[in-house]
């Protein structure tokens, strides 16, 4: 969570008391920013800490910003989307058709291995790490990984993200006032 105390609140309102609505303009402009850079911080941190490809995150994630306001200084991301096909973490082997037994691993670092799992190519031309629910041919499911919001939700992940956007809102409340005070925003 990403938070301006009230001192800070206190010292923008008395350095911006000249400017109309200046102390509500320069801390939703700062919390905006904050949350902008987690946004896009997100993808980075994540894969720093799971063996996801970069594509599949982008193809499975709805990701909304609700931006902060002068009416309203609260602002927050939500993430969600599906869960990730195991075939875009790490797993060996990658080709269909190797009769070898099939290795994942979502975090980094990590490994499983999976005695009855196989890889495939679907018509579709899907690629996926699939297993037999019985001993049957079929039906086969398919293994899924980690959905973003999931993998977001890691207390790494969080707390590297936190850090870095408040550190991006501490900045830029600085640069807010300087901006206002010299005229600059509306």
Same mark, same amino acid.
């Given at each position: 969570? /990403?938070?301006?105390?009230?001192?800070? /609140?206190?010292?923008?309102?008395?350095?911006?008391?000249?400017?109309?609505?200046?102390?509500?303009?320069?801390?939703?402009?700062?919390?905006?920013?904050?949350?902008?850079?987690?946004?896009?911080?997100?993808? +980075?941190?994540?894969?720093?800490?799971?063996?996801?490809?970069?594509?599949? /995150?982008?193809?499975?994630?709805?990701?909304?910003?609700?931006?902060?306001?002068?009416?309203?200084?609260?602002?927050?991301?939500?993430?969600?989307?599906?869960?990730?096909? @195991?075939?875009?973490?790490?797993?060996?082997?990658?080709?269909?058709?190797?009769?070898?037994?099939?290795?994942?691993?979502?975090?980094?670092?990590?490994?499983?291995?999976?005695?009855?799992?196989?890889?495939?190519?679907?018509?579709?031309?899907?690629?996926?790490?699939?297993?037999?629910?019985?001993? +049957?041919?079929?039906?086969?499911?398919?293994?899924?990984?980690?959905?973003?919001?999931?993998?977001?939700?890691? @207390?790494?992940?969080?707390?590297?993200?936190?850090?870095?956007?408040?550190?991006?809102?501490?900045?830029? /409340?600085?640069?807010?006032?300087?901006?206002?005070?010299?005229?600059?925003?509306?």
């Amino acid at each position: 969570m /990403i938070e301006v105390s009230a001192e800070t /609140i206190e010292r923008v309102e008395a350095l911006l008391a000249g400017v109309p609505k200046g102390a509500e303009r320069a801390l939703s402009n700062a919390m905006n920013r904050g949350l902008s850079k987690m946004k896009t911080g997100a993808a +980075k941190k994540v894969r720093e800490v799971y063996a996801v490809q970069s594509s599949a /995150i982008n193809e499975a994630t709805n990701t909304r910003i609700q931006k902060a306001s002068t009416g309203n200084l609260a602002g927050y991301i939500h993430f969600s989307g599906c869960k990730i096909p @195991l075939y875009k973490f790490k797993v060996t082997p990658k080709a269909p058709g190797t009769k070898k037994q099939v290795t994942a691993a979502v975090k980094k670092g990590g490994g499983t291995a999976f005695e009855n799992a196989f890889i495939a190519q679907m018509k579709s031309g899907h690629f996926g790490v699939f297993e037999r629910e019985t001993s +049957k041919r079929l039906p086969v499911e398919e293994k899924m990984g980690l959905a973003m919001a999931q993998m977001v939700g890691n @207390l790494n992940v969080m707390t590297e993200l936190e850090k870095e956007a408040q550190k991006t809102v501490n900045e830029r /409340i600085v640069h807010e006032i300087d901006r206002l005070l010299n005229g600059y925003g509306g």
